[in-house]
């Protein structure tokens, strides 16, 4: 069994900052990628960010291009999700992902995704 335990969300200030962690526990794996989805009251789950574990290539959502960053620690089976500049529209659950069938050729795509998160919720105050 695979479990990943995300931390870090809360409640921050409009133009603040946040940093997000993601641990998988459990049966070791090996992601090809690991990414971060969010969803907001009364909206469909949408495509974050995401990073290729092994050459640590990233791809982000256009609204979060340039706010947020994402890193790994190999090591520690940890991605990180840095996220500065926080408006209340970033305001939603968080949920980070991993895909262990290979490299993803729709990255944004929830379906590249073999395991989730339970979410951490992140509240930006006007």
């Known amino acids: 069994q695979v479990q990943l335990v995300e931390s870090g969300g809360g409640l921050v200030q409009t133009g603040g900052s946040l940093r997000l962690s993601c641990a998988a526990s459990?049966?070791?794996?090996?992601?090809?990628?690991m990414g971060w989805f969010r969803q907001a009251p009364g909206k469909e789950r949408e495509f974050v960010a995401v990073?290729?574990?092994?050459?640590?290539?990233?791809l982000f959502a256009d609204s979060t291009k340039g706010r947020f960053t994402i890193s790994r620690d190999n090591a520690k089976n940890t991605v990180y999700l840095q996220m500065n500049s926080l408006q209340p529209e970033d305001t939603a659950v968080y949920y980070c992902?991993?895909?262990?069938?290979?490299?993803?050729?729709?990255?944004?795509?929830?379906?590249?995704?073999?395991?989730w998160g339970q979410g951490t919720q992140v509240t930006v105050s006007s």
């Open positions: 992902a991993a895909g262990i069938r290979g490299i993803p050729t729709r990255p944004r795509d929830e379906s590249e995704y073999d395991y």
């Open positions: 459990g049966r070791t794996i090996r992601p090809y990628h």
């Open positions: 990073i290729n574990w092994s050459s640590g290539n990233t």
